[in-house]
Nanobody, 123 residues
């Protein structure tokens, strides 16, 4: 397994969760990482991305100010801190690795995908 996401679960609206995604060094090093989410019947949606060095961050408008993406290059791990969760944030969250140093919302930029972790938000 090249990408392993974890940290999902059930949380009340207004609560927080931190997702993490461990990657193999081969696909993590020097590559941008992204988080996407998907609900049944909908397209997979971009949530956040981080450049290879952590200097460039990008978010979908709906999570700005609530979510924070970060990475630990020593651990080959990317994180998504999710605060002030809303019912509409409930989805399966996927981490993805790009083949580029910088990547944002375009799914075509991402070559490797994790298996997804479920986030459920109760109101």
């Amino acid at each position: 397994v090249q990408l392993q996401a974890c940290g999902g679960g059930l949380v009340q609206a207004g609560g927080c969760l931190r997702l993490s995604c461990a990657a193999s060094k081969r696909i993590f090093s020097n590559n941008a990482m992204g988080w996407f989410r998907q609900t049944p019947g909908k397209e997979r949606e971009f949530v956040a991305s981080i450049s290879y060095n952590g200097a460039s961050l990008s978010y979908v408008d709906s999570v700005k100010g609530r979510f924070a993406v970060s990475r630990d290059n020593a651990k080959n791990t990317v994180y998504l801190q999710m605060n002030s969760l809303k019912a509409e944030d409930a989805a399966v969250y996927y981490c993805a690795a790009s083949r580029r140093s910088y990547a944002q919302a375009d799914r075509r930029d991402y070559a490797y995908w994790g298996q997804g972790t479920q986030v459920t938000v109760s109101s």
